[in-house]
């Protein structure tokens, strides 16, 4: 009995550790849906690309809300989010916005304006 106890102390732990192995590297890179928009480090992520395309392209620019996004884990988080934003005396747009998180630090990768591509109407004869 001793020598069977042994054995699983050595081995369970290898297991366990290789089952946690397996689900890190299935989900490395892989997007992920954010289920809640209004969580305060999406909206921070958010807030943060707002401000800083605000900086970068001299507006005067407010995030409205977070429409929805999906992140991604590699080195960092990347997260793709879709904003609406208003710009000061033109109103409400959406965009898409890419964020880089890395070491505590954003970087803003893209600020997209999303273009909706209106459907031709066909008749039908």
Not at 9 to 19: A, E, G, H, M, T
Not at 85 to 110: I, R, W
Request: charged share 25%; hydrophobic share 40%.
């Amino acid at each position: 009995m001793e020598r069977r106890s042994g054995f699983y102390r050595v081995f369970f732990p290898l297991l366990v550790l290789c089952l946690l192995l397996a689900i890190v590297t299935i989900e490395a890179g892989e997007w992920m849906p954010i289920m809640d928009v209004e969580d305060p480090h999406v909206r921070e992520v958010a807030q943060y690309a707002v401000n800083e395309h605000g900086r970068l392209k001299h507006l005067q620019l407010k995030l409205d809300k977070v429409v929805g996004g999906e992140t991604q884990v590699d080195s960092g988080i990347t997260y793709q989010l879709v904003l609406t934003v208003e710009e000061k005396g033109a109103g409400t747009k959406d965009y898409t916005v890419v964020v880089v998180e890395e070491n505590a630090k954003f970087h803003l990768k893209s600020f997209k304006k999303v273009v909706v591509k209106s459907q031709s109407s066909h008749r039908a004869m």
